[in-house]
């Protein structure tokens, strides 16, 4: 079982996740390139760079983390750590990764758990939110960036009782450089739209998504299921975003279940 974390979080926010997966199945939960321990171009020239592909969001001396590298990324990864397909658990960004991946190796893929995510590209609007948090990494920092994301990543009730959640995010998003911050967004912004490949997936699959999930809703979330032949939604009460985080005990049920009518 493969998981893939959101924007701008790490592996570690899978801790929970990790310990909670049913007995005989293995969980990996890596930092993409550039996020948490990774390098961001770990192999010289691997990285796109510029304004063109990066939707004009990165500078043209700037890298760009598209989607399809991070899903070779992973297509590496799971060829060199697993005999055969794995499930596939991508939160949010992680999501349009597993979208990627399932596009570019879908042989390297058993099922999918597409948490709190979209199968859409940005909109205009979209992109220039991106645009405006790029020049707040860039002249603030991360910061900045916790800052003006916490209170959109996390439910209303998260934010006043759980300060160790809060503090958890804040303290990954401050741990990303300003170099991936941009990166990400540039990749996020010239993502493909993945809605007219969601019939042609043909694993099984398990959406969740937090009932107060303010960044891509429950709505988006029955999109993706209405479209996707058998695949199940489960939502998770009472949270935001970060459903996985928010309420773990909640997501490792679902996510349990499905699991378990796999083997
Ligand atoms: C994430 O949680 O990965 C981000 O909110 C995704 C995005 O900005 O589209």
Redesign the pocket.
């Known amino acids: 079982m493969l998981f893939v974390h ?2 701008p979080f790490d592996g570690s926010m899978w801790t929970s996740q990790l310990s909670a997966l049913p007995d005989g199945w293995r969980g990996l939960a890596p930092d993409l390139r550039g996020f948490g321990r990774s390098e961001l171009n770990a192999v010289p020239g691997e990285v796109a760079r510029g304004n063109r592909i990066g939707a004009r969001i990165a500078r043209p001396d700037e890298p760009v983390l598209t989607m399809a590298r991070f899903a070779d990324d992973l297509a590496e990864l799971i060829e060199r750590e697993v005999q055969g397909p794995a499930v596939i658990c991508g ?4 999501g349009y990764a597993a979208f990627a991946l399932w596009r570019r190796h879908p042989h390297l893929v058993r099922a999918l758990v597409l948490a709190d995510t979209r199968a859409g590209a940005d909109d205009d609007e979209g992109r220039e939110n991106r645009m405006r948090l790029a020049q707040v990494a860039r002249q603030e920092g991360a910061r900045a960036v916790a800052a003006s994301m916490l209170p959109k990543l996390l439910a209303a009730q998260t934010r006043l009782h759980r300060p160790d959640v809060v503090q958890r995010v804040r303290t990954m998003i401050m741990g990303t450089r300003t170099e991936t911050l941009v990166a990400a967004l540039a990749g ?1 912004a010239c993502r493909h739209d993945s809605t007219a490949e969601l019939p042609g997936i043909r694993v099984p699959t398990l959406v969740l998504v937090g009932e107060h999930d303010a ?1 891509t809703p429950p709505e988006l979330a029955g999109d993706i299921v209405r479209q996707i032949a058998g695949a199940r939604l489960v939502t998770i009460p009472g949270v935001g ?1 970060l459903a996985n985080l928010e309420n773990p005990d909640g997501f490792n049920r679902a996510l349990r279940e499905f699991l378990v009518e796999l083997d």
């Open positions: 959101g924007f939160l949010s960004m992680g996020m960044l975003h």
